[in-house]
């Protein structure tokens, strides 16, 4: 797979932004190693990315707010290794030196867009968050009083009240599934594409872990996807939980790939 076509520093010098916001795409860590292996998102879309490069780039300390079901909760999948949040949390408090920032997750194994719906001042106003990292559709799609329609009003009404919080919102797709292993969700797909499609139209940040664990099935056979990035026919291992880390870090462009948290060595010392 050429992933230097989906450079994103190649769009940004044909982007009219490079022109009114340098300083902000100046806080940006962009390389061709770090390039997004996906197609890149809405021009609009990059308003939410320059507002957490600037959040990146200020002084002051951010608060990382991560919703989900138990994929984002990572409740017994991983064998002790860590969640994508968790990954997350090194690289933006460690490896980036923001020592004073707060990743939050309060993700929830089971739990549906409805439920964070009823739950949401417990669950997000509370937090304050700057930036929200939204995974949801795995349970959803599983419901029988759930469907599409009545997800996608969820979503919007999530969306809605995230913003009025002023937060940036990250929408996430879940990760594929083995259908042939759980078929109560042979549906999902129809799940992903509400989100995908509320994602370009509402300009949203997207991470599409649908589509780039796809891809990698079907143009990286030899990655057994299903065998190595999975637990269980609906859950990342914890192998499944880097790619997903390091998928969000590549879309806010503070991926290194020799950064340990990005798959690089980790500094063994003398012992």
């Not at 304050?128 to 009003?153: H, R, W, Y």
């Not at 499609?197 to 780039?212: F, G, H, M, P, S």
Request: proline share 5%; hydrophobic share 40%.
């Amino acid at each position: 797979m050429d992933l230097n076509k989906y450079s994103r520093r190649n769009f940004f010098r044909e982007s009219c932004f490079m022109a009114v916001m340098p300083s902000v795409l100046s806080s940006f860590s962009i390389s061709k190693n770090s390039a997004n292996p996906l197609s890149l998102p809405p021009v609009m879309a990059l308003q939410d990315l320059y507002r957490a490069a600037a959040l990146l780039k200020q002084k002051e300390p951010v608060k990382w707010l991560f919703v989900g079901n138990r994929i984002t909760a990572r409740v017994g999948h991983t064998h002790g290794y860590r969640s994508f949040p968790e990954i997350f949390a090194e690289r933006i408090r460690m490896r980036l030196q923001r020592k004073r920032d707060i990743v939050i997750n309060t993700g929830v194994s089971g739990n549906t867009s409805q439920d964070i719906l009823d739950d949401f001042d417990w669950r997000i106003t509370q937090f304050k968050p700057a930036v929200l990292s939204l995974m949801i559709g795995t349970n959803d799609c599983a419901k029988k009083e759930m469907n599409t329609e009545i997800f996608e009003q969820n979503l919007n009404s999530l969306i809605s009240k995230i913003r009025i919080t002023g937060a940036v919102v990250i929408l996430q797709t879940p990760n594929t599934i083995i259908v042939e292993k759980a078929s109560e969700r042979a549906n999902l797909f129809d799940y992903v594409s509400v989100i995908q499609n509320l994602a370009k139209r509402e300009k949203q940040i997207l991470v599409d872990n649908w589509t780039y664990w796809r891809r990698t099935l079907q143009i990286n056979p030899e990655a057994d996807v299903n065998k190595n990035w999975m637990n269980d026919p609906l859950h990342p291992n914890g192998k499944g939980h880097s790619q997903i880390a390091h998928l969000m870090l590549r879309e806010l462009s503070i991926f290194d790939p020799a950064d340990p948290t990005c798959g690089g060595k980790y500094y063994e010392g003398e012992h």
